[in-house]
Structure formats: C-alpha cells, structure tokens
C-alpha cells in the first residue's frame, strides 16, 4: 500500500507564531512576516521572545544592559535590501559612514573608495560600551521597534526548552527575570537566537538545544569559531585624524601572536578591534585577554595605523568573546519550526547581518505563501541553507588564497603591482583583480561569484602584468639602490578618473595651466600625518647632502645655486663622467603649499616638476608630486630619428620607481619630525 501524501500545514486567521530571540532575525523576520501577512488579508500575531529586551505599556522598548557580540558593520548589500524594504537607519544608530576601506598586506596597503550609491556603516548592536556620547542607539532596539511598529509583540524572557503538543504544535517553555516559568503554544516558531545565547556553554550543554535535538534527532549544530572583539576609547578627535571614515582589514604574519584577520573599526569616539586567528582558537578565556591585547597593540602595523596608542593610555571600554558561524547547521527545521540568523548559519567571515535578513526573508515568505510543515519549509526555504554552505566552501578557498598572498612581500607585491597598474589606466568599473578585491573586503557579493571572476581571464591577464612590472621595478630598485628598510610602502597611485581634477587643481594656485597631453607625464599622491609647513621643510632638502630621498647610485642630485625653497634655486642631475645632466630651477615658491620647477638639460623640453600640499578633511595633508616633460625634436632628420628612437627606449617606468620610493621618504621623515615616526 501507498503511503499517503502528508496534508500540508498552513497559517490560519488567528495563528500565533514566537519568534526566539530579538536580534537582527528575529525582528527581520517579524517585520517580513508581518507584511507578508497584510498583503494576503490573513490576521496573524507575533510575539517575540528576548532577554534583554522588553515592552513597556506606552509600547517604547527597554534595552537591558549587555553585549551583542558583533562587530557592527552595515555592508552595501544590507543597506541596500534596508532601503528596499523601507527601513531607513537613522543618524542616531550610525556610528559612522565610511568613504573608505583599506586592505592590509604586507608589502603595500589596498585603498578602496566606497562607490557613490554605495554605503558603509558602522553600529553598536547593544547597549555596550556604556555612556556613549552623542545618544547613539543600539541597532537590535531599532529594529525591533519596526517590528512593533507592524504589529509584534515581545515578552522579556528566555527560552529554555522546546517540545510539541498533543495537538503537535510547538511549545516553548519561558523563564522571565522575576517571574515564574510559563508555556506557549504556538502554530509556527522561528528560533533566531544566535550561537551567543549562553556564552561560554557548548550547544550540548545548553538545555534549550539539547530539548530541541530531543525533538527533531536529525539537527546539528553550525560549526563554530572564537573571535575576540574589543573596544578601546581612544577619542573621537584621535579617531578622526588617523582613522577618517576609514575602516581597516589587516591580514597578519606577526611572529608574536598567530592572527589570520584583524579589523579596525571606528565608532563616533570608540574603536572596535576583532581578531580571529590560531592565536584566539588556543586562547584560554578571560585569561589570555590582556596578553592578546597588549600583543596586538604593540604589533608595527598596529602603531603605524594609530601611533602611540596602547592599552595603558587608551581605556578599554569592554571586552567580548563570541562565537561565529563558520559551516551551517543541519536539520534547520522541522514541522512548525525553523531557524533563521546565525542558529542556522551566517556568511564566512563577511556580513552576518545580511545573511540574516536573506533567512528571516526567505522564512517569512515560505511561512505565509507555501506553508509551515516540513516538505514546504524545505520546498520554499531548504535554498538558503544550501546557499550558505555552497557560499562558505567557495569563502574559505578564497580567503586562503588572499591571506596567503598578503602574508608573503613578492607576492603582494605583485598583487599590489596589478591593483595599482588598474588603478592608473582602467576605470573603476573595469578593474579585473580591484573589483574582486572590494567585494572580498565589502562583503559585496558571493564568494561564489568571487571565485568565478577570480579565476577570469581578464584577472590572469592583469596578473601577469603585475608579474611582469613587479619584476621589472624590483631589479630597477637594485640598479638605483633604492633601499625600503628604513621607510614605510605606501600607496601613492592616483586613480584615472581623478588625474584631470587633480591636476586642475595644482595648478591653480600657482597660476599656470598644465599641458594636457605631454610626452612623458607622471603624477603621484599621498597623506601625511604632519604639518604643512613640516612637509615642506622636508621638500626644500631636495637636493642636499642631508636629504633622505633621492639618494641614487649612479645619479648625483645636488643643490648647485640658490637657498632651499627660495625662487631661482637650481638642482643638477648628473651621472659622474657622463655628459648626462639635467638641471631643474625653482621658479615659483608659495611657502607652505607649493613648489614649481622647469627643467632643462640633455633631453627635455617645456617640463615641469611640482609639489603641492593640501590640506585633507581629517587634519592631515595630501602631498602631490607632478613631473611632465616633452622629449627633444632634433632640427636635423638625423637628429629628429636620434631623439624619436630615444622617446621609444627612455625607461619612463624608472620615474614610477625613483619617484615612489622618494614620496615615501619624504613622509616618513616628515612624521618622524612630527613624532610620528612610521615604519614598513
């Protein structure tokens, strides 16, 4: 005999459903249930269950004091799906919207712009750190307020066991602060309560859990990680001048502590650190914390990025130590009961949050459009925990891949190489190997979509030009004697689509106009923690026997007429016995902003060489370094081939490598005698 197809379960007018847990899931998915709900007329209520939050008569949420265990980033794609579903964060949740994201590898660093239309911010989910400034707001109280808003209810209690019926419906057993244990039975409960419920405590020692396995024996639990995260006061004036609107990834190789992944996030007058690595695997919790801090703050890339802080002068504010979702669990769901959040799974590394608004939707839709038993919670959900095991198996190749290139100079330095060569000649939008990249770093796609377009044609493509470029400037540095021991790597290349604006704007003040397509052209910028007049100072060594950049076997570069920065000053460049020599003169000096030099000699002719100094939004300033320059014609037909086959073997690339090489030494000195000295 045929067995009999099972009678599919749906919602009903009247229907209760209890939502375990009022994070992010669980008031996405009141929030989409709720509405789902309006638009098909069905009368349904929704009562969520929490911890720390709780209802007051006038329907204002109380957020009791505790942590959240999150580093707090809004992505681009969340932002987006808030936006479309008409949830507007507002300023009070916003700790800071960033304009920019840096990549930390070990030869250079990788600055992304966020791109207009897109946004980046950062959020403190709960009511830690305690007496922020500002009235910045939690944003799990935010969004459970939208979820009151359409209709949900929420009772401050914890779930602690879960079991069916007689009626096989499900019932969940809840313990209140002050009050006795009581029982609701519901038709359908999402359980959105994270893998830090109970911290410190496994899954098999947690009661809840272990009732839940009593019910549904098919169910494990998602495969965990420890993180440490921190957060550090160090002032919102601090913040701003060494951490603008920037948020930092940084893949370590310290051989003090073994960390895979340290993120440095800014919020309003607070800096929120979080580190995963063997180092945080091994530690021994609350024990190992203040070795582990002390050793990550006392790292060189650390101090580059915030100079003189330390645990000793900067209080931390407080401290946590959560588990991450790094593989989803199994049996995610049963009759009338399914997960959503973090209980089932969350995106490797990258943007939690949006992996639990995609659960708490799709859950929300399948609920109320197909239906609450097992096979349609299958037929309608089953996707989303495949998409998150397919998504993390392709994450944790990538992540490898990228971590073990950024851990090693030569290789990042080739990766560097092609980013930066992208970045010189392509349009944003046609960066093979920089549009990867930012989705890695901005959690902006799938890692799946990632892996595809990493392993393109266009990117090998990229990469071998890196390959080749890098070599080629490495042995040019050992033809120079271009040492980087002593000073810090740093981006100096100008993106394609601000070259024209920033030349515009050098020039103004100095009253010129740039030629628009000169034969040799380079252009170079970067930010300098120090005074105006300091960089300056350290511009007008050019030339001297003290001066730190422009040091270069074969080439000597000295000051042969006139005073340092003064109008009519000359600086030869000469080759010992050769007849090379070519001498630049100062004929514009706009004390504290501007140098202008022509150069004249052996193979140039109407070129300029300008320095420009400009004062940035964070209290630091931006040096840029402009030389251009035509090639001599020749008057004679023999003269003009000479010169024309000159033009064509002129090793142009050799500016790139001098040139870099010198703006960064002018940075560090220039920090250094602002005490703030910066190393590799």
Request: proline share 6%; glycine share 8%; with cysteine.
């Amino acid at each position: 005999m045929s067995k009999q197809p099972r009678e599919r379960l749906t919602l009903q007018d009247g229907s209760r459903i209890v939502v375990l847990g009022g994070g992010p899931a669980g008031a996405f998915f009141a929030i989409h249930l709720l509405r789902q709900a309006k638009k098909v007329h069905q009368n349904i209520s929704v009562t969520i269950i929490d911890k720390r939050m709780a209802l007051e008569p006038s329907r204002h949420i109380h957020e009791f004091k505790g942590c959240n265990f999150c580093a707090g980033i809004i992505s681009p794609r969340l932002q987006k799906e808030l936006v479309r579903s008409s949830i507007q964060l507002p300023s009070e949740v916003i700790c800071e919207k960033f304009t920019h994201i840096w990549i930390h590898g070990l030869w250079k660093n990788f600055p992304f712009k966020v791109p207009a239309g897109q946004s980046i911010f950062s959020v403190f989910r709960g009511t830690l750190p305690s007496k922020r400034e500002g009235g910045t707001q939690g944003l799990d109280a935010f969004f459970l307020k939208k979820a009151v808003e359409q209709g949900a209810d929420i009772i401050n209690g914890e779930a602690q066991t879960i079991q069916y019926s007689p009626g096989n419906k499900p019932s969940v057993m809840i313990k209140p602060p002050l009050e006795d244990v009581f029982t609701i039975e519901s038709d359908f409960i999402c359980i959105c309560t994270g893998i830090n419920s109970n911290p410190g405590k496994e899954f098999k020692e947690d009661r809840f859990w272990r009732s839940y396995q009593g019910i549904n024996p098919l169910f494990t639990p998602p495969k965990l990680r420890p993180t440490l995260i921190f957060e550090l006061k160090p002032g919102s004036r601090y913040l701003k001048k060494y951490m603008y609107k920037e948020l930092y990834i940084i893949v370590s190789r310290a051989k003090k502590i073994n960390l895979e992944h340290i993120a440095l996030i800014p919020k309003g007058e607070y800096l929120t650190v979080a580190l995963v690595g063997k180092s945080i695997d091994r530690a021994s919790f609350p024990e190992d914390t203040a070795q582990i801090i002390q050793t990550v703050m006392s790292l060189s890339r650390i101090q580059n990025i915030l100079p003189h802080i330390t645990p000793e002068n900067t209080p931390i504010a407080c401290t946590c130590y959560p588990y991450m979702a790094v593989a989803p669990c199994n049996g995610s769901f049963s009759d009338r009961i399914a997960m959503a959040g973090d209980a089932l799974g969350a995106r490797l590394y990258r943007d939690g949050l949006f992996s639990a608004f995609i659960s708490a939707r799709a859950l929300a839709q399948t609920v109320i459009h197909k239906g609450v038993d097992k096979k349609s919670l299958s037929d309608g959900y089953g996707w989303v925990r495949r998409w998150l095991k397919t998504d993390n198996q392709y994450g944790k190749f990538v992540i490898n891949v990228l971590q073990a290139v950024l851990k090693f100079p030569l290789l990042n330095r080739i990766l560097y190489q092609t980013f930066a060569t992208e970045m010189k000649f392509k349009q944003r939008d046609k960066w093979p190997l920089g549009g990867v990249l930012w989705k890695v770093g901005s959690g902006d796609a799938d890692y799946k979509d990632v892996f595809k377009a990493l392993i393109r044609g266009p990117v090998f493509l990229s990469i071998l030009t890196g390959v080749f470029k890098t070599f080629r400037n490495i042995f040019t540095e050992i033809f120079f004697g271009l040492n980087w021991e002593v000073y810090g790597r740093y981006p100096t290349v100008i993106i394609k689509e601000k070259r024209d604006y920033i030349k515009e704007s050098i020039a103004k003040p100095l009253g010129i106009k740039l030629d628009a397509s000169p034969e040799m052209e380079r252009m170079y910028a970067i930010k300098i923690r120090a005074s105006s007049g300091r960089i300056f100072k350290e511009l007008g060594k050019f030339g001297d026997p003290v001066s730190k950049f422009l040091r270069i076997r074969f080439v000597d570069v000295k000051r042969t007429f006139g005073l340092s920065n003064k109008e009519g000053a000359v600086v030869s460049y000469s080759m010992g016995m050769l007849p090379v020599l070519m001498n630049v003169c100062l004929v514009k000096s706009l004390p504290g902003k501007a140098l202008l030099y022509e150069p004249a000699g052996f193979f140039t002719e109407q070129g300029k060489l300008l320095f420009d100094i400009t004062p940035t939004r964070d209290g630091n300033n931006r040096l840029v370094l402009y030389t251009a320059f035509d090639f001599k014609k020749g008057k004679s037909p023999l003269g003009r081939i000479f010169w024309n086959l000159f033009k064509q073997v002129f090793p142009d690339y050799a500016h790139d490598v001098v040139w870099n090489h010198a703006i960064c030494c002018i940075k560090g000195e220039a920090e250094k005698n602002a005490g703030l000295m910066t190393g590799p």
